[in-house]
């Protein structure tokens, strides 16, 4: 599979016509993307943004990568050790409501003063109680 991505940011400053009360508004931009994978239809996206910062495009990008780059970060570790993408969990606001414990229990995890990934850490805290009650703060073996 070849995959190739490309992409542009146009950044208007100080933009015109804005709505009352829109006056900390210091740029407006537009990230467009194309993504191409042989043998398959192009796709191409857009994305706005709006900030009070009044920079050029090119450090809005890096902006924008950052930001992309831990959002990423936290989904792969939610997938990994998590197996989200597998959750069949539809019903109502099931799957709301697990997605924040399992973003609980990811912040716990970090905290954790032990070696290991976050799927280790959380293995041994299935297995281990004691453990379980070092992760979670502010909870006493009974």
Known sequence: MTLETTGYVT???????????WS?????????????????KNEGTGHYYI???????AVL???????WG?????HWVLDVAFREDDSRARTG?????LGMLRRVAVSL??????????????????WDDNYLLQVIPGITAQ
């Open 11 to 21: 950044v208007v400053q100080d933009p015109d016509g804005l709505p009352d009360g």
């Open 24 to 40: 900390d508004v210091g740029a407006v931009a537009l990230v467009c993307r194309e993504r191409r994978v042989k043998g398959q």
């Open 51 to 57: 900030t009070r910062l009044r920079v050029s495009a």
């Open 61 to 67: 990008a890096g902006y924008i990568r950052n930001h």
């Open 70 to 74: 831990i959002e990423n970060g936290l």
């Open 93 to 97: 606001h099931a799957g709301a409501n």
């Open 109 to 126: 995890l970090k905290r954790a003063k032990t070696k290991g990934s976050i799927k280790t850490r959380r293995m041994k805290a299935g």
